[in-house]
């Protein structure tokens, strides 16, 4: 029973330290051209007003920050004294900002500065509030969700923020639908599969299909009923295909937002829901298992498959501007994901 009831504590933490991750990458993103200024580290706190600075800037600087204040404050809600979370959590958010403004002096594309400080820590501080207030109804909500929807799984809160990372994986407008796992930005292959329509259709469709077939899976075994996996897993998925729609025409441009939607896509879309449907009747480790090899299926034909040159196009249109560390970040994600899912997949196969 306690186990239970420290379940939404639990996933706050995974939802935490997942979002740190993702304000550090984003905060040093390209991670390249070290160098030393011989300007003291601090120096940026004693600064003028920056002289170049937008309102957009300042929004994004504080909406950072708040979920991450948010999450914090969740996670330490079991610390004795009822402000001890918040106010925590509110000095670990500004302590984090002050290390990365710190670290961006030795990064030739980033300039620290005092005015991202302060609207960092008003977003994480901002973000603590929020939880305060909200926070015993809202872990009163997801109690009651968890137990109504979420199976006894092992690390089921590290299964749903793997899912809650995986809806960023379309939002890279660059990759196939659902690919995620490409690794050729990192490591060179000299001898992918020649660009040919049929080699192309045809690995488009098997990467689509296999990513349905191992997030559905993974969904479907943190879902305690059969019934209502077959509500929730395609709702899922449709949300994936809106995110894509909705990032290509915000990133790229309107005319863009249902390019995504090629003949490849669609049979892997058919293709992939057709094995799925027939899949969430198998045991859960015959299931689990399944998921394994789709993903690295997935992982492996995505990286010897031919570059697209739409993909290209994609990425030079979106590299542009405010975008741009969020595209350094979207596409971190989507490579990394499946090395992530993978031992997830194995710890659920402790249980039954």
């Not at 299926?297 to 196009?313: F, H, I, M, Q």
Request: hydrophobic letters at 55%; a positive charge; aromatic letters at 10%.
């Amino acid at each position: 029973m306690q186990a239970s009831a420290n379940r939404p504590v639990i996933l706050s933490r995974y939802l935490a330290l997942a979002w740190c991750g993702l304000v550090v990458y984003g905060s040093l993103h390209p991670f390249s051209g070290w160098r030393a200024t011989g300007v003291a580290p601090l120096a940026f706190l004693d600064a003028d007003w920056p002289r170049y600075w937008t309102a957009f800037d300042l929004l994004a600087n504080v909406a950072v920050y708040l979920p991450l204040g948010f999450f914090l404050t969740l996670a330490l809600r079991l610390l004795p004294w009822r402000y001890t979370a918040p106010i925590i959590a509110t000095l670990l958010s500004a302590g984090l900002s002050l290390g990365l403004e710190t670290l961006q002096n030795w990064l030739p594309s980033r300039v620290p500065s005092n005015l991202d400080l302060l609207c960092n820590t008003a977003g994480g501080m901002l973000g603590a509030i929020a939880a305060q207030l909200s926070g015993p109804s809202l872990f009163a909500r997801i109690a009651r969700w968890e137990k109504r929807l979420l199976a006894p799984v092992p690390h089921a809160e590290l299964g749903l923020t793997l899912l809650g990372l995986w809806l960023l994986v379309p939002l890279s407008p660059e990759t196939w639908l659902f690919g995620a796992g490409d690794f050729r930005s990192i490591v060179t292959f000299t001898a992918p599969i020649p660009f040919s329509i049929d080699h192309f259709a045809s690995i488009e469709a098997a990467v689509t299909a296999c990513n349905v077939i191992a997030v559905g899976l993974i969904l479907r075994r943190l879902i305690n009923r059969l019934w209502l996996a077959y509500l929730l897993v395609p709702l899922f998925l449709m949300l994936g295909l809106i995110v894509r729609t909705l990032g290509a025409a915000i990133l790229i441009g309107p005319a863009e937002s249902l390019a995504w939607l090629t003949p490849g896509a669609t049979q892997g879309l058919m293709v992939g829901t057709l094995i799925l449907a027939l899949a969430c009747w198998l045991p859960a480790q015959l299931a689990m298992m399944l998921a394994m090899l789709a993903l690295i299926c997935g992982t492996v034909l995505l990286n010897l498959a031919p570059a697209n040159p739409y993909s290209e196009a994609a990425l030079a249109a979106w590299r542009q501007g405010h975008f741009l560390n969020f595209n350094g970040l979207t596409r971190l994600v989507a490579s990394l994901w499946p090395l992530l899912a993978l031992p997830f997949t194995l710890l659920t196969l402790q249980s039954r």
